[in-house]
């Protein structure tokens, strides 16, 4: 299920106060997805996590009270107690919890109470876990835990999802062009013992903070998402460097068509940068040179416009609307 989806489905979840269980590959996002559907829905958020964490988290801590003994609650266990909003009380990484964290952390999911004490119905559980295939320390989740969540999501990542989420947080347009030409990327994690980062979702979101930092060489690339991808990127950069002046390009777009690049690699470039300088006064410029790209580079860079444009400044006007219309069956496919 790509993120889009889950987070759809996830908000439905939220509303109808149902327990889910999220799983998926390192850095494919869970957590962010949660944090987002808490902001967009108004919820508070309160993270646990039970890998680092002792029953007594989630049972409160003996104590003698007025000659009886209880457990007393406290940190984040008196939170869902007492909350008084809307609450997502989200169990990070459950799966690399021990058992009788685990177990501690049932008593809550299923009876909403834990030894006299209730918790609050403004709470609602959802939890994240890694595959036991992706070498991330998962053990296994219990069978009766598992079934005290309505549904369990396996998350995964999707280029289109990813790339509407790098505009939105000004990823540089170079890594946006090189994940529409490799956006397997995205999804190529292959869990190793070694002391080394590989490509996901989340390492190459961190190899573009380190590019807006400056920071584009071969060994800060390596270390934030591997030597082969390192080297892929590099190589792909190289024709970023090669764009034509997209600024005269836009001004002028028919005196460039003789020369648009036959390369994918190039086309790729070529698409992201015009995306990145569209606006609502110069689209119609765009869609003219774009007209004369290999349809599916059209179709991109018009569907880039639309991940991009959250103003609805480009869709507003009368050159997307007309670009639209002309390319309404392949937009609906």
Known sequence: MKPSELTEKLVKCMKAKLP????????????????????????????????????????????????????????????????????????????????????????????????????????????ATNRRTDKAGVTGILEPVKSRFATIYELVQDEADWVEWAYAHEMPGKLIAFVHFRPGILHDFKPTADIVNGPCARTIANCGRLINAGLEDMESLSGAAGEGTAIEMIGFFKYWQQLPNLTHLIENPNKYVDSIPKEPAALYAIVTGLVEKANGKNIANIFEYSSHLPKDFD???????????????????????????????ILAA
């Open 20 to 127: 889910v269980l999220i799983k998926g590959a390192p850095g494919v996002g869970k957590s962010d997805i949660v944090a987002q559907v808490a902001a967009a829905l108004g919820m508070d958020l309160i993270i646990s996590h039970p890998v680092v964490s002792d029953p007594t988290d989630f049972k409160g801590l003996p104590a003698i009270v007025d000659g009886q003994a209880e457990f007393l609650p406290f940190g984040e266990l008196t939170a869902l107690i007492e909350a008084v909003k809307p609450t997502i009380a989200f169990l990070d990484d459950l799966g690399q919890a021990p058992a009788c964290v685990q177990a501690a952390a049932m008593q809550l999911i299923l009876a909403r109470r834990v030894n006299g004490h209730h918790v609050s119905p403004n709470v609602v559980f959802v939890a």
């Open 299 to 329: 179709i991109l860079l018009g569907r880039d416009c639309i991940r991009k444009d959250k103003k609805k400044e480009i869709q507003n006007t009368k050159a997307f609307v007309k670009w639209a219309v002309k390319n309404k069956d």
